[in-house]
């Protein structure tokens, strides 16, 4: 089974703190993403790497920075945390050639006070 | 932009009840759609796909059938089950390449009671 794991379910950090949260997945995926889903928001995406050491941005990358140094794993940086980044923050992993058919992790919830 | 609006939540049955959860979408050309389930505790996970208008995705007794002429990609199972309880995520893939950009819907939650 593909497995794609999160450093942490929960985390708490105080304002202006810098934050990593990591992601690893086991399936060789080339593709990696990470989202925050937010009530009645759905899923946004913050950035993707489609491989090591590459990145783009996603829809909202404004106060998050990424980096990818191993195939396996994809690290989510907030540089200075903010009340506004307090959500859940999914990861996910994908073939290349089958890009839409992700696989996420269960997830990691952030609360920054 | 694209995007994708699902009904609101949450939705509640019955055991072995119909189910429909509605799911429009905007965007130009010819998308890709599909359905994500977030069970309680976990991941999202991939349902069902369609690729092509009046194509009809399937899996796990849900069915959903891509309808370019209304934009719509509805989400039906004959009779849930409690073990259906979950938050489910219509989602579209824009027809701009193979990025793995996908637009979710807001999510829709589903309570089935026994």
């Known amino acids: 089974d593909v497995k794609v794991t999160q450093s942490s379910r929960y985390l708490v950090k105080r304002t202006g703190e810098k934050v990593f949260l990591e992601c690893v997945q086991d399936m060789d995926h080339e593709n990696m993403f990470w989202y925050r889903q937010d009530p009645g928001l759905g899923l946004r995406l913050i950035y993707f790497?489609?491989?090591?050491?590459?990145?783009e941005k996603g829809d909202i990358p404004e106060g998050y920075s990424v980096s990818r140094e191993k195939k396996e794993r994809f690290s989510l940086i907030l540089e200075s945390a903010s009340t506004n980044q307090t959500s859940m923050y999914l990861c996910a992993s994908s073939f290349r050639d089958r890009s839409y058919e992700q696989y996420f992790g269960p997830g990691t919830r952030l609360t920054v006070t | 932009g694209d995007s994708v609006t699902q009904m609101e939540g949450p939705v509640t049955l019955s055991e072995e009840a119909f189910l429909t959860i509605n799911c429009t979408y905007t965007?130009?050309?010819?998308?890709?759609l599909f359905w994500y389930v977030q069970y309680p505790g976990e991941g999202l996970q991939l349902l069902l796909k369609a690729t092509k208008a009046d194509d009809k995705g399937s899996n796990k007794g849900f069915e959903a059938t891509y309808r370019k002429e209304t934009t719509s990609f509805h989400l039906e199972k004959g009779s849930v089950q409690v073990s259906d309880s979950a938050v489910y995520f219509c989602?579209?893939?824009?027809?701009?390449?193979?990025?793995?950009?996908?637009?979710f819907g807001q999510g829709t939650t589903l309570q089935v009671k026994p």
């Open positions: 790497s489609y491989d090591v050491k590459m990145k």
């Open positions: 989602a579209l893939a824009p027809n701009s390449g193979n990025t793995g950009k996908l637009i």
């Open positions: 965007a130009t050309g010819y998308p890709s």
